[in-house]
């Protein structure tokens, strides 16, 4: 049976999400928050949002990102096959070429406490993300919006609740609820997406980053098909 790249461990990852999840309020848990009391260091990043913005539209100039159906198949086969991706950073792995493609972005990921990985997300006009939840639960996400449609923005359902990106708006979700996007609009949605450590007592926060190392193999071979080097 074929296996996603970045989804392993199966009993053991059940057991810790459960885990990690009853620790977190279990489902009285926030689908949405603002990121700020959560990891207040992305004010610094949305400070330099012009910057970002700058750095993302020359990398989509001069670069296709990877669809998501050429960095994990299978993944992407209960997703989406278009969605493109581009991460530059991956379990505490660098993108090397993010040093030239997305600084500001890498530069963040590397110095800043509590992030697990970082890359730009493209969903482009007609690609849909199925429902489907994250497969992990000792990560929270984090959207910075780069650019998205004026006219019939596209939105991501939550469990039964809704939000529509804004160009510099930010949101954290919590992706292990059912979630999904449309884009029916007639450009691209492109925003940033920040994976930080869930906030967990001492006990289970040292379990959530004995996990994400077993994890980290997976890493380089992410990074490098979101390159686009099959």
Same mark, same amino acid.
């Given at each position: 049976?074929? %296996?996603?790249?970045? /989804?392993?461990? !199966?009993? *053991?990852?059940?057991?810790?999400?459960?885990?990690? +999840?009853?620790?977190?309020? =279990?489902?009285?848990?926030?689908?949405?928050?603002?990121?700020?009391?959560?990891?207040?260091?992305?004010?610094?990043?949305?400070?330099?949002?012009?910057?970002?913005?700058?750095?993302?539209?020359?990398?989509?100039?001069?670069?296709?990102?990877?669809?998501?159906?050429?960095?994990?198949?299978?993944?992407?086969?209960?997703?989406?096959?278009?969605?493109?991706?581009?991460?530059?950073?991956?379990?505490?792995?660098?993108?090397?070429?993010?040093?030239?493609?997305?600084?500001?972005?890498?530069?963040?990921?590397? %110095?800043?406490?509590? /992030?697990?990985? !970082?890359? *730009?997300?493209?969903?482009?006009?007609?690609?849909? +993300?199925?429902?489907?939840? =994250?497969?992990?639960?000792?990560?929270?996400?984090?959207?910075?919006?780069?650019?998205?449609?004026?006219?019939?923005?596209?939105?991501?359902?939550?469990?039964?609740?809704?939000?529509?990106?804004?160009?510099?708006?930010?949101?954290?979700?919590?992706?292990?609820?059912?979630?999904?996007?449309?884009?029916?609009?007639?450009?691209?949605?492109?925003?940033?997406?920040?994976?930080?450590?869930?906030?967990?007592?001492?006990?289970?926060?040292?379990?959530?980053?004995?996990?994400?190392?077993?994890?980290?193999?997976?890493?380089?071979?992410?990074?490098?098909?979101?390159?686009?080097?099959?």
């Amino acid at each position: 049976m074929a %296996k996603s790249i970045s /989804v392993d461990h !199966a009993l *053991v990852r059940k057991a810790a999400n459960k885990y990690f +999840l009853r620790s977190y309020g =279990g489902d009285r848990r926030p689908r949405f928050t603002s990121p700020y009391p959560l990891f207040p260091a992305v004010r610094e990043l949305e400070a330099k949002l012009p910057q970002l913005q700058a750095e993302i539209e020359e990398l989509m100039k001069q670069r296709e990102l990877g669809r998501y159906e050429d960095i994990d198949p299978v993944r992407a086969a209960q997703i989406s096959k278009d969605w493109r991706l581009y991460y530059a950073y991956v379990l505490g792995v660098p993108n090397e070429a993010a040093r030239k493609d997305t600084p500001t972005l890498l530069e963040f990921a590397e %110095k800043t406490p509590g /992030v697990v990985s !970082a890359m *730009v997300s493209v969903l482009e006009p007609g690609v849909n +993300l199925d429902p489907h939840a =994250g497969p992990y639960a000792g990560i929270l996400r984090y959207h910075l919006c780069i650019s998205t449609p004026e006219k019939n923005p596209p939105r991501i359902r939550v469990d039964q609740e809704y939000y529509t990106w804004k160009a510099g708006e930010s949101i954290v979700l919590d992706d292990t609820f059912e979630h999904e996007v449309r884009n029916e609009a007639d450009e691209p949605r492109v925003v940033i997406i920040i994976d930080f450590r869930r906030p967990l007592g001492p006990l289970a926060d040292s379990v959530n980053r004995w996990f994400l190392r077993t994890k980290r193999e997976a890493s380089s071979k992410m990074i490098q098909l979101s390159n686009g080097d099959y």
